[in-house]
């Protein structure tokens, strides 16, 4: 029953991280303790914020699945310390041990806490994308998050997943079958998701948001992270969705803030061409319907100036 009511809670009224809470959960490097979601399925809800000091860079969800066969856990971290302080949680919890380790993609909240992980034994899967993404890119993550969390930063090292897959990677623990999908590109290179199909559940990454804006980097079309949505994400009418950041929540959630930002804002950005705006114009359009989101501030102006560069030549 309390599954039922806690379910309920995260499905039917709105329940806000705030990039305004240095931490909810002072005794461990993690921002927030993890919470059973439906049974056997944690997520520890990272700071809808950016990275800080404060919240040891634990500004993305760490998830994790109790299968009766071994856990699973969703994103290595952020650092070495969260990850382990992840896995003292876990040992908290059962005496399962830790079978595999899945990151979402190839940024330095999915995969700098490999390190702790690879020293433990524990086998990483990612997209070959991210893989690639993070061996480019890993020196210069690294550095960024030392920057910010120095002494916090120790036994931190860079290291890429174990094993790569370019569609799907499949197994089956105890009543979990555990299927993890490319579906298209989105927001990053090499985004996955992580859907079960015996309980309804995806823990979405970062395709979806909802309690915080979500950010567009010089790489991402929009316009195709559009159609995965509707190709490959939609069709799995999920009853439950832990997205990338943010507390989990359901479908309608993740589509208004996910799928509902993106066409509003190329909605906006469109009329502007039609208009003969200019770039200097698209970091004025209208984004107020959105401004409660967290990192509204920082991101509104940035997405807006892509999204045009982006539509200019469509």
Known sequence: MKYIILAFMFLGTAVFASEDIADQYPQSALYAKPVEFIPGVFSATGATAP???????????????????????????????????????????T??????????NGQGHAMLGNSYWAEQGVPIVAHVDAAHEFEEQG???????????????????????????????????????IEVRYIGPSHTVGDVIVWLPNQGLVIAGDIAFHERMLPIFPETSTADWLETWDSGFEPLNATYVIPGHGHPTNMDQVRRYTKGYLEY???????????????????????????????????ATKNAGRVFEEMEFE
């Open 265 to 299: 804002l190329r909605g906006q950005i469109s009329d502007l061409l039609d208009n003969g705006g200019s770039l200097a114009d698209a970091y004025y359009v209208d984004q107020t319907p959105y401004i409660h989101l967290d990192t509204f501030e920082e991101l």
């Open 139 to 177: 020196f210069r993550i690294l550095e960024a998050m030392q920057r910010v969390n120095l002494e916090k930063a120790e036994g931190t090292f860079l290291q890429g997943p174990t094993e790569t897959f370019e569609d799907a990677y499949i197994t089956t623990l105890g009543e979990f079958q």
């Open 95 to 104: 005496d399962e041990p830790v079978v595999l380790v899945i990151n979402e």
């Open 51 to 93: 990275p800080t000091y404060e919240n040891s860079g634990h500004n993305n969800n760490l998830s994790f699945i109790i299968t009766g066969e071994g856990v699973v856990v969703i994103n290595g971290g952020g650092a070495y310390v969260l990850a382990k302080a992840l896995h003292d949680e876990i040992k908290a919890l």
